[in-house]
């Protein structure tokens, strides 16, 4: 008769990671205008119109949104009063707004996820939270909110996907610019 054999079981190794939220990434010092563009040209020569005022005053921009009236996009707060120089010599009218932040909610296959991005609107707007604007990719869903609400904004979000605040990530969008 021969001796039983005993089967270890094999180590579980991970490759990828377990799905849901694991991060929460602010970008601070961020602002945002909503450009309305003239009547008196096309829409696609209005929007280039308004990105080459940018583009010649080399202001970064990002968050690029295209509307049928308007223009909206992002920059960084030091670039404030150069923007509006810019706007007011185009003779471009605009509203900014000073003082955001990105909120990027960060998950593994995020469009596989059912409910994400409601559960983060729902959490944003349980505390009173604007978005102003938002953009999303394989791994993130990023709002815009006021810097004001910003701690309010972070406890909701932990509490809802149950995050602790070592997953919290804070930077400046002028250290996105340095070299």
């Known amino acids: 008769m021969s001796e039983p054999v005993l089967?270890?079981?094999?180590?579980?190794?991970?490759?990828?990671?377990?799905?849901?939220?694991?991060?929460?990434?602010?970008?601070?010092?961020v602002a945002h205008?909503?450009?309305?563009?003239?009547?008196e040209a096309s829409v696609q020569e209005s929007y280039l119109?308004?990105?080459?005022?940018?583009?010649?005053?080399?202001?970064?921009?990002?968050?690029?949104?295209?509307?049928?009236?308007?223009?909206t996009l992002a920059?960084?707060?030091s670039d404030l009063e150069k923007t509006r120089h810019a706007l007011n010599s185009a003779n471009l009218r605009a509203e900014i707004r000073p003082n955001l932040c990105f909120v990027a909610t960060r998950a593994a296959a995020m469009r596989d996820l059912y409910g994400v991005m409601s559960s983060i609107?729902?959490?944003?707007?349980?505390?009173?939270?604007?978005?102003?604007?938002?953009?999303?990719?394989?791994n993130t869903v990023q709002c815009l909110v006021e810097e004001v609400i910003?701690?309010?904004?972070?406890?909701?979000l932990q509490q809802t996907f149950g995050l602790p605040e070592t997953v919290v990530f804070h930077k400046s969008i002028e250290a996105e610019d340095a070299p």
């Open 7 to 29: 089967h270890k079981p094999a180590r579980h190794v991970k490759f990828e990671r377990e799905r849901g939220v694991y991060a929460i990434d602010i970008v601070h010092d």
């Open 49 to 71: 119109h308004a990105l080459r005022i940018f583009t010649t005053a080399s202001i970064p921009v990002f968050c690029v949104k295209m509307h049928r009236t308007a223009l």
């Open 150 to 156: 910003l701690e309010k904004a972070l406890v909701s």
């Open 33 to 39: 205008a909503v450009i309305e563009l003239p009547g």
């Open 75 to 77: 920059f960084a707060m």
């Open 121 to 138: 609107t729902d959490a944003l707007s349980a505390v009173g939270a604007t978005i102003y604007t938002t953009s999303d990719a394989h």
